[in-house]
C-alpha cells in the first residue's frame, strides 16, 4: 500500500517536473532589478515607471546585504542590471568590487555630493535620519545629546540594535568622529547602565509603544512602519539630539547600475525616474523618508532635511563595518 | 562558540527525550484519532522558525534569551524525533515483545531490552538533525538575542561582505558538525535482526488503561498546545486584529509554487539519498564517506550554502534562477534529512530475509524491488517528507534562486514579516502549514500503516 502510493506520489512528480523544466528554460528580455527595498514599499513606484514608458522590470527582492552577496558571488555573471539597496553601506560593499557602472554627471547633480559615491557609481535616492524615538507621555526632559543616554535616569530605559546595519552604521560614524577609545568608552557605559538590545528597529518601537522600554535609538521613519503594521496610532514622538550630533546622521537609501547591464539606458531611465520631482514627492508621502531632492518638503510633522542638525559623515565608510563590528564584540553588546 | 555548544547539546537532548515519548506513547497506548495526533505532531517543523518565534514574542512580552532560545527550538526540532522514531517503530519485530512478556519482563524491561536496540538508530538520526537544524539555525536565535556561531557568520555578511572571514567561521561549524556527526555514528550499532519471515512481525496490543489514556493525551497535548496551536492561534489573532484584504490569487500562486518547487526537490532529494543510503547501510566504504559529507554541508546556513549555489550556478546562464536549480538546491541542502532514514530503514530489513529471496531463485534486483523497498518504505517516506516540509518554508536559498516573479509561501511570509507586518504575513504561515499537513497526514494515514506486518507484503 504505502509502496503503491511512493509509485503514484513519483509518478505525479516526474511528470510536473518535466513540464517545468521546460518553462524554466525561458529567458525574458525586462529590465532585472535586484531590490533591497521591500516590496510593499517600491513596487508601487516601478509600476508606475512601467506604466510611463512600458519597460517591463523583473525585480528579485531580498535582503540588501544578501543581495550584495549575491552580486559579489555572481560577479561579471550577474543578470543584474540594477540594485537598489536599503542603505550606503551595501551599495559601496559593490562600488568597491568595481562592479558599478560610472553615472552621468546629470543624475549624480540631482542630489548633494555627500549622499553619492565618491567613485560617481551610486547615487542615493531618499534619506533616513537617525532618531530618538520616546514615549512622549513617559520622557519628560528630551536628551540633548547621546552622552546623556549614560545617566542613571535612563538606567534600563534605552533601546538599541546592535546587530543592526543602521546602529552599526551609526558607530562607525562616531568613531569618525570621536575615536575609537571614545566610543568604547560611551558604549561602555551604555552596557553598564542596562541598555536593552532588540534585532530591529522595528522591534524598539514596538517596545517603547508597549511600555518596557522608554527611548531607543531607531531610524526616523519606524514611527509610520509600525504604525501601519499594527492598525493604530502608537504613543511614539521621534526626537533629535542638539546640532551636530552623531545620534542625527543621515544615511541614504540608494541605487547604482551594474557593469553586466544589457540594457544601461533603460536602467539609467528608471534611476531618473525615481529621482524625479514627483516621484520624490511621492517617497516623503508614501514611505515618510526624506527627499535628498527636494530640500524643503518633510515628512508629516518633521522638521525638512535642511534644518535637521547633522553632522558631515563619509557615507563610503560605512561599506566596511567590520572594524565596528568587533568593536561592538569586544564591548559585548553583539 | 560555548554557547553555540551548549544551546546544541541541550536542545537536542530535550527534543529527544521529548520526541521518544511522544513517538512511543502515540504507538503503544490505544488513543481515538490516534493517526490524526501521530500526524499532528509532525507539523509545528512546517512552521518556520522565524515565524514561530515571532509568535511567541509577540505573545509574551520580553521573551527573550537563551532560554526562550532553548524552549523555541525544542518544540521546533522535537518533531525530527517523532517521525524517526514512529517509522522505526512501525517496523519493530513485536513478536520479541509477546516473548519478553510471556517471561515476566515490566514494561520498563521491555523497553530498554527489546525496542531500544530496534529503534536506537532512528532515534539517533531525528537527534542528529535536530543538532544539525539548532546549529544553522538563524531565525528564532536572531530574534531572541543568542548569539551563536551561525548568527556571527549572517553579522559578518551583513556588516562587511566579508566573505572570508565569514567561510573560517562557517569551517568552525562545519568541524562541530562533524564531532556531532562521529557522535552519532558512534552511538550507531550494527543491527542483527533475524526474523523467519514478515508474517511474525506482530503488532503489539496498545495499552487501553484509562489513567494510561489520560496521561498520553495530556502529554500530547501540552506538546501540541505550545509547539503549534498557541503559534497559529497568535498568528491568527495578529492576523484579526489588523486584517488587511487578502490576495487570494497571489496566495494561491504561492502554495503551488511552494508545492511544485518542494516536491520536486524531495523528490530529487531521495533520488540522491537512495544510493548512498543503501551502500552505507551495506557498509560500503564510499557509502559512509558520502553519507557523512552530506550531513556536513547541513548544519551551514542557508545563506552560506545560498552564495555557494549562487557561485556555481551564475556561471550557467540556461541554469541559473531557474526551478530546476531551486529544486536541486533544496534537495542539496536537505538530502541529509533524508539519508539518515534511508539507512536507517535498509539497516532494519533483516539479511536473513534477503539470503531466502536469493534462494528462492530471485535476482538481486527483484529481491530489492520485493523485499527490500516495501520493508524500507515507511523509513523512506518520512525521510522524504522531512525534505518537503523543510524546503516549503526555506527562506535564504529561496531568495536568490528562485525565478524572478515565482513567490512562494515563504518568501511572501518574508516580504511582509521583514517590515513588520505580520498581519499581512499571518495568512501565508497559516497556509503554509495547512498545505505541510497534506503530505504528512498522506504518509501516516490510518487505514494500513498501523496494521503493519500483516497484509502488506
Same mark, same amino acid.
Given at each position: 500500500m504505502a509502496l503503491k502510493k511512493l509509485r503514484?506520489?513519483?509518478?505525479?512528480?516526474?511528470?510536473?517536473?518535466?513540464?517545468?523544466?521546460?518553462?524554466?528554460?525561458?529567458?525574458?528580455?525586462?529590465?532585472? /532589478?535586484?531590490?533591497?527595498?521591500?516590496?510593499?514599499?517600491?513596487?508601487?513606484?516601478?509600476?508606475?515607471?512601467?506604466?510611463?514608458?512600458? !519597460?517591463?522590470?523583473?525585480?528579485?527582492?531580498?535582503?540588501?546585504?544578501?543581495?550584495?552577496?549575491?552580486?559579489?558571488?555572481?560577479?561579471?555573471?550577474?543578470?543584474?542590471?540594477?540594485?537598489?539597496?536599503?542603505?550606503?553601506?551595501?551599495?559601496?560593499?559593490?562600488?568597491?568590487?568595481?562592479?558599478?557602472?560610472?553615472?552621468?554627471?546629470?543624475?549624480?547633480?540631482?542630489?548633494?555630493?555627500? #549622499?553619492?559615491?565618491?567613485?560617481?557609481?551610486?547615487?542615493?535616492? !531618499?534619506?533616513?535620519?537617525?532618531?530618538?524615538? #520616546?514615549?512622549?507621555?513617559?520622557?519628560?526632559?528630551?536628551?540633548?545629546? &547621546?552622552?546623556?543616554?549614560?545617566?542613571?535616569? #535612563?538606567?534600563?530605559?534605552?533601546?538599541?540594535?546592535?546587530?543592526?546595519?543602521?546602529?552599526?552604521?551609526? &558607530? !562607525?560614524?562616531?568613531?569618525?568622529?570621536?575615536?575609537?577609545?571614545?566610543?568604547?568608552?560611551?558604549?561602555?557605559?551604555?552596557?553598564?547602565?542596562?541598555?536593552?538590545?532588540?534585532?530591529?528597529?522595528?522591534? $524598539?518601537?514596538?517596545? $517603547?509603544?508597549?511600555?518596557?522600554?522608554?527611548?531607543?535609538?531607531?531610524?526616523?521613519?519606524?514611527?509610520?512602519?509600525?504604525?501601519?503594521?499594527?492598525?493604530?496610532?502608537?504613543?511614539?514622538?521621534?526626537?533629535?539630539?542638539?546640532?551636530?550630533?552623531?545620534?542625527?546622521? /543621515?544615511?541614504?537609501?540608494?541605487?547604482? &547600475?551594474?557593469?553586466?547591464?544589457?540594457?544601461?539606458?533603460?536602467?539609467?531611465?528608471?534611476?531618473? #525616474?525615481?529621482?524625479?520631482?514627483?516621484?520624490?514627492?511621492?517617497? /516623503?508621502?508614501?514611505?515618510?523618508?526624506?527627499?535628498?531632492?527636494?530640500?524643503?518638503?518633510?515628512?508629516?510633522?518633521?522638521?525638512?532635511?535642511?534644518?535637521?542638525?547633522?553632522?558631515?559623515?563619509?557615507?563610503?565608510?560605512?561599506?566596511?563595518?567590520?572594524?565596528?563590528?568587533?568593536?561592538? /564584540?569586544?564591548?559585548?553588546?553583539? | 562558540?560555548?554557547?553555540?555548544?551548549?544551546?546544541?547539546?541541550?536542545?537536542?537532548?530535550?527534543?529527544?527525550?521529548?520526541g521518544l515519548a511522544l513517538a512511543w506513547t502515540l504507538f503503544n497506548v490505544d488513543l481515538?484519532?490516534k493517526s490524526?495526533l501521530q500526524a499532528?505532531?509532525i507539523?509545528?517543523?512546517?512552521?518556520?522558525?522565524?515565524?514561530?518565534?515571532?509568535?511567541?514574542?509577540?505573545?509574551?512580552?520580553?521573551?527573550?534569551?537563551?532560554?526562550?532560545?532553548?524552549?523555541?527550538?525544542?518544540?521546533?526540532?522535537?518533531?525530527?524525533i517523532t517521525l524517526t522514531t514512529l517509522a522505526a517503530l512501525r517496523r519493530s519485530d513485536w513478536s520479541t515483545y509477546e516473548v519478553a512478556q510471556t517471561l515476566g519482563l515490566s514494561g520498563f524491561q521491555i523497553f530498554v531490552r527489546i525496542t531500544w536496540p530496534q529503534i536506537k538508530n532512528s532515534v539517533a538520526a531525528g *537527534?542528529?538533525?535536530?543538532?544539525?537544524?539548532?546549529?544553522?539555525?538563524?531565525?528564532?536565535?536572531?530574534?531572541?538575542?543568542?548569539?551563536? %556561531?551561525?548568527?556571527? =557568520?549572517?553579522?559578518?555578511? +551583513?556588516?562587511?561582505?566579508? +566573505?572570508?572571514?565569514?567561510?573560517?567561521?562557517?569551517? =568552525?561549524?562545519?568541524?562541530?558538525?562533524?564531532?556531532?556527526?562521529?557522535?552519532?555514528?558512534?552511538?550507531r550499532h550494527k543491527l542483527r535482526i533475524i526474523k523467519s519471515s514478515s508474517r511474525i512481525i506482530k503488532r503489539a496490543k496498545a495499552s487501553d488503561?484509562?489513567?494510561?489514556?489520560?496521561?498520553a493525551?495530556?502529554?500530547?497535548?501540552?506538546? %501540541?498546545?505550545?509547539?503549534?496551536?498557541?503559534?497559529?492561534?497568535?498568528?491568527?489573532?495578529?492576523?484579526?486584529?489588523?486584517?488587511?484584504?487578502?490576495?487570494?490569487?497571489?496566495?494561491?500562486?504561492? *502554495?503551488?509554487?511552494?508545492?511544485?518547487?518542494?516536491?520536486?526537490? @524531495?523528490?530529487?532529494?531521495? @533520488?540522491?539519498?537512495l544510493?548512498?543510503g543503501v551502500?552505507?547501510a551495506q557498509?560500503?566504504?564510499?557509502?559512509?564517506?558520502?553519507?557523512?559529507?552530506?550531513?556536513?554541508?547541513?548544519?551551514?546556513?542557508?545563506?552560506?550554502?545560498?552564495?555557494?549555489?549562487?557561485?556555481?550556478?551564475?556561471?550557467?546562464?540556461?541554469?541559473?534562477?531557474? %526551478?530546476?536549480?531551486?529544486?536541486?538546491?533544496?534537495?542539496?541542502?536537505?538530502?541529509?534529512?533524508?539519508?539518515g532514514s534511508v539507512r536507517s530503514s535498509f539497516d532494519r530489513v533483516p539479511k536473513n530475509l534477503i539470503e531466502i529471496s536469493a534462494t528462492l531463485?530471485q535476482?538481486k534486483?527483484a529481491t530489492f524491488r520485493r523485499v527490500v523497498v516495501p520493508l524500507a518504505t515507511p523509513g523512506l517516506l518520512s525521510g522524504t517528507l522531512?525534505?518537503?516540509?523543510?524546503?516549503?518554508?526555506?527562506?535564504?536559498?529561496?531568495?536568490?534562486?528562485?525565478?524572478?516573479?515565482?513567490?512562494?509561501?515563504?518568501?511572501?511570509?518574508?516580504?511582509?514579516?521583514?517590515?513588520?507586518?505580520?498581519?499581512?504575513?499571518?495568512?501565508?504561515?497559516?497556509?503554509?502549514?495547512?498545505?505541510?499537513?497534506?503530505?504528512?497526514?498522506l504518509i501516516n494515514r490510518p487505514d494500513k500503516s498501523d496494521g503493519i506486518g500483516d497484509d502488506q507484503i
Amino acid at each position: 500500500m504505502a509502496l503503491k502510493k511512493l509509485r503514484i506520489i513519483t509518478l505525479a512528480l516526474s511528470l510536473s517536473a518535466s513540464l517545468l523544466v521546460g518553462c524554466a528554460s525561458q529567458k525574458s528580455e525586462s529590465l532585472v /532589478i535586484y531590490s533591497g527595498r521591500s516590496e510593499s514599499f517600491i513596487s508601487p513606484f516601478l509600476n508606475k515607471f512601467t506604466a510611463l514608458t512600458g !519597460t517591463n522590470l523583473d525585480v528579485r527582492y531580498g535582503d540588501s546585504a544578501a543581495l550584495a552577496a549575491q552580486l559579489l558571488e555572481e560577479g561579471s555573471n550577474s543578470p543584474a542590471d540594477l540594485f537598489i539597496s536599503q542603505d550606503a553601506g551595501a551599495l559601496g560593499a559593490i562600488s568597491a568590487a568595481g562592479l558599478f557602472a560610472t553615472l552621468e554627471k546629470q543624475v549624480l547633480d540631482r542630489v548633494e555630493d555627500k #549622499y553619492q559615491s565618491s567613485r560617481s557609481d551610486w547615487v542615493g535616492v !531618499t534619506g533616513r535620519a537617525r532618531v530618538f524615538a #520616546y514615549s512622549p507621555e513617559r520622557v519628560e526632559n528630551l536628551p540633548s545629546s &547621546i552622552d546623556q543616554l549614560t545617566q542613571p535616569i #535612563y538606567r534600563a530605559k534605552v533601546g538599541i540594535a546592535p546587530t543592526n546595519s543602521s546602529f552599526q552604521a551609526f &558607530i !562607525t560614524a562616531l568613531i569618525q568622529s570621536r575615536g575609537e577609545a571614545a566610543v568604547v568608552n560611551w558604549l561602555e557605559r551604555l552596557k553598564a547602565n542596562d541598555v536593552k538590545l532588540y534585532e530591529k528597529n522595528s522591534q $524598539i518601537v514596538a517596545a $517603547i509603544d508597549a511600555g518596557e522600554i522608554d527611548l531607543g535609538l531607531v531610524n526616523h521613519y519606524y514611527l509610520w512602519e509600525v504604525s501601519k503594521a499594527l492598525g493604530r496610532d502608537i504613543a511614539v514622538n521621534n526626537g533629535f539630539f542638539a546640532p551636530g550630533d552623531t545620534g542625527n546622521m /543621515i544615511n541614504v537609501a540608494g541605487a547604482g &547600475i551594474l557593469k553586466t547591464s544589457t540594457d544601461s539606458q533603460s536602467a539609467l531611465e528608471l534611476l531618473k #525616474y525615481l529621482l524625479s520631482d514627483e516621484a520624490q514627492r511621492q517617497f /516623503i508621502e508614501q514611505t515618510y523618508e526624506y527627499s535628498l531632492v527636494l530640500k524643503d518638503a518633510s515628512p508629516v510633522g518633521l522638521p525638512p532635511l535642511s534644518q535637521i542638525p547633522s553632522p558631515r559623515v563619509d557615507l563610503s565608510l560605512l561599506a566596511n563595518l567590520s572594524k565596528t563590528q568587533a568593536l561592538l /564584540i569586544k564591548v559585548g553588546l553583539i | 562558540m560555548a554557547t553555540t555548544l551548549g544551546l546544541t547539546i541541550a536542545v537536542t537532548a530535550l527534543s529527544t527525550l521529548i520526541g521518544l515519548a511522544l513517538a512511543w506513547t502515540l504507538f503503544n497506548v490505544d488513543l481515538s484519532l490516534k493517526s490524526t495526533l501521530q500526524a499532528l505532531v509532525i507539523l509545528p517543523v512546517a512552521i518556520p522558525s522565524y515565524v514561530f518565534t515571532y509568535s511567541w514574542i509577540s505573545l509574551i512580552p520580553g521573551f527573550k534569551g537563551l532560554w526562550a532560545a532553548l524552549f523555541v527550538l525544542v518544540l521546533a526540532t522535537t518533531p525530527y524525533i517523532t517521525l524517526t522514531t514512529l517509522a522505526a517503530l512501525r517496523r519493530s519485530d513485536w513478536s520479541t515483545y509477546e516473548v519478553a512478556q510471556t517471561l515476566g519482563l515490566s514494561g520498563f524491561q521491555i523497553f530498554v531490552r527489546i525496542t531500544w536496540p530496534q529503534i536506537k538508530n532512528s532515534v539517533a538520526a531525528g *537527534s542528529l538533525l535536530s543538532a544539525l537544524y539548532v546549529l544553522s539555525d538563524f531565525g528564532a536565535i536572531s530574534l531572541l538575542g543568542v548569539d551563536t %556561531l551561525t548568527r556571527a =557568520i549572517e553579522n559578518i555578511y +551583513r556588516g562587511s561582505f566579508d +566573505r572570508s572571514s565569514a567561510s573560517i567561521l562557517a569551517l =568552525i561549524l562545519v568541524a562541530i558538525s562533524a564531532l556531532v556527526i562521529r557522535l552519532e555514528e558512534r552511538s550507531r550499532h550494527k543491527l542483527r535482526i533475524i526474523k523467519s519471515s514478515s508474517r511474525i512481525i506482530k503488532r503489539a496490543k496498545a495499552s487501553d488503561k484509562f489513567k494510561v489514556k489520560v496521561i498520553a493525551l495530556l502529554g500530547i497535548g501540552l506538546y %501540541l498546545a505550545l509547539g503549534l496551536v498557541i503559534p497559529l492561534f497568535q498568528l491568527l489573532s495578529i492576523f484579526l486584529a489588523n486584517s488587511t484584504s487578502i490576495n487570494y490569487s497571489l496566495l494561491f500562486q504561492a *502554495s503551488l509554487s511552494t508545492l511544485i518547487a518542494a516536491c520536486l526537490g @524531495a523528490l530529487i532529494a531521495l @533520488a540522491l539519498a537512495l544510493p548512498v543510503g543503501v551502500l552505507s547501510a551495506q557498509g560500503s566504504r564510499l557509502g559512509r564517506v558520502s553519507d557523512k559529507a552530506i550531513l556536513i554541508v547541513h548544519a551551514l546556513p542557508g545563506i552560506v550554502m545560498g552564495l555557494a549555489l549562487v557561485s556555481f550556478g551564475s556561471s550557467i546562464g540556461w541554469l541559473y534562477q531557474s %526551478l530546476l536549480l531551486l529544486s536541486f538546491a533544496y534537495a542539496l541542502l536537505f538530502m541529509a534529512k533524508a539519508v539518515g532514514s534511508v539507512r536507517s530503514s535498509f539497516d532494519r530489513v533483516p539479511k536473513n530475509l534477503i539470503e531466502i529471496s536469493a534462494t528462492l531463485g530471485q535476482r538481486k534486483s527483484a529481491t530489492f524491488r520485493r523485499v527490500v523497498v516495501p520493508l524500507a518504505t515507511p523509513g523512506l517516506l518520512s525521510g522524504t517528507l522531512l525534505v518537503l516540509l523543510a524546503a516549503m518554508k526555506e527562506l535564504p536559498a529561496t531568495l536568490m534562486l528562485k525565478p524572478i516573479g515565482f513567490e512562494t509561501l515563504a518568501t511572501q511570509m518574508w516580504s511582509y514579516s521583514s517590515i513588520f507586518r505580520f498581519n499581512e504575513a499571518a495568512p501565508y504561515a497559516l497556509l503554509l502549514v495547512l498545505i505541510a499537513a497534506i503530505p504528512t497526514f498522506l504518509i501516516n494515514r490510518p487505514d494500513k500503516s498501523d496494521g503493519i506486518g500483516d497484509d502488506q507484503i
